[in-house]
């Protein structure tokens, strides 16, 4: 484990056993490294473990290492900025396939939180179909306090939520935009939610309330892409 972070190598969250002993210089280690650091208990980290068993420390390795702001607007090359933020997504094929639509739609970054939220893993980079490869995925402290900073630089952000009273359909987007997308069971947290400058939702004639949020983020981006 000391070795993988001497390395350099993108660990993503070390989950460490509440109870063990001596590894204050791992844990601060991996956090200088920019890791998450996840205290647990014995059951849940045998679970991690596929041998079921482990020294009282498991690594998630990221797949890819994460990119900076510096490579979202190099994507950019001089067109108006178009983000696409991810508040919270929990499942790993969710959110490879949001990062495959992002890419395939022109946007230029992809933006995660470094808590609570599916990581950048085999498992997303599978589910992108390789759109990984091509598109920063960017991991931030918080998501309220990154849009307040894109929008002081004339970023409009576009929140997705159900229950909203405005049309996506019908909407002029105007760039730079960032669309940010909520979790799979509550939506946009309440904080995120306040800093949109307009919340959006697509209409819906069934009985379903909403779409999977990488199916509504396909429907949003193209909309938002080629409906201006």
Do not use: W
Not at 218 to 228: D, F, H, I, K, Q
Request: hydrophobic content about 45%; aromatic content about 4%.
């Amino acid at each position: 484990m000391a070795e993988a972070l001497r390395s350099g190598r993108p660990v993503d969250r070390l989950y460490v056993l509440s109870s063990a002993k001596g590894l204050g210089g791992l844990i601060g280690q991996a956090r200088e490294n920019g890791a998450v650091v996840i205290e647990c208990d014995r059951q849940r980290l045998d679970g991690l473990s596929p041998t079921g068993t482990h020294q009282g420390v498991i690594a998630t390795v990221a797949a890819f290492a994460y990119g900076a702001f510096e490579d979202v607007t190099r994507r950019a090359d001089g067109e108006e900025l178009f983000l696409v933020v991810c508040d919270g997504i929990q499942d790993e094929r969710n959110l490879g396939a949001v990062i495959r639509t992002a890419e395939a739609a022109g946007a230029h970054g992809v933006v995660i939180p470094k808590r609570r939220s599916a990581a950048l893993t085999a498992a997303t980079a599978r589910a992108s179909a390789g759109a990984a490869e091509h598109i920063p995925v960017m991991r931030v402290p918080g998501i309220p306090s990154f849009l307040r900073e894109i929008k002081e630089t004339g970023v409009r952000v576009y929140g997705a939520d159900a229950g909203a009273g405005t049309n996506a359909l019908e909407t002029e987007f105007t760039f730079p935009a960032a669309l940010v997308l909520g979790n799979e069971e509550e939506g946009l947290h309440r904080l995120t939610r306040e800093m949109c400058d307009e919340l959006v939702a697509l209409p819906m004639r069934g009985r379903t309330a909403s779409l999977n949020v990488s199916c509504a983020a396909a429907v949003l981006l193209y909309r938002m892409r080629y409906g201006r």
